[in-house]
């Protein structure tokens, strides 16, 4: 993957996550988050072990970047969410 490609995959990851934070917070803070403090809602744990795997946490960077390259038409949340229950 060259480096404009993965400059816009990158720049689509804070958008999704800003989304899908305002999804899970309550009303009246969701108004606070945008792309410039989404980092401090994400949490700090990147991995998650179960069964002596470890597995990337849900909606990391990392786990978001390995999505768009897979599916690099996904440009909203609800587009990620119906790509993943469809599996």
Known sequence: ???TKYKTLKNKVKRIQVQWLKTIMPKDSSTDI??????TYIPDEKY???AGTR????MTDRWLINKLKKYPHVN???ELQEIINVR
């Open 1 to 3: 993957m060259n480096r």
């Open 34 to 39: 945008n792309i410039n403090n989404v980092d």
């Open 48 to 50: 998650v072990m179960s």
């Open 55 to 58: 597995y990337l946490s849900y």
């Open 76 to 78: 909203t949340y609800e």
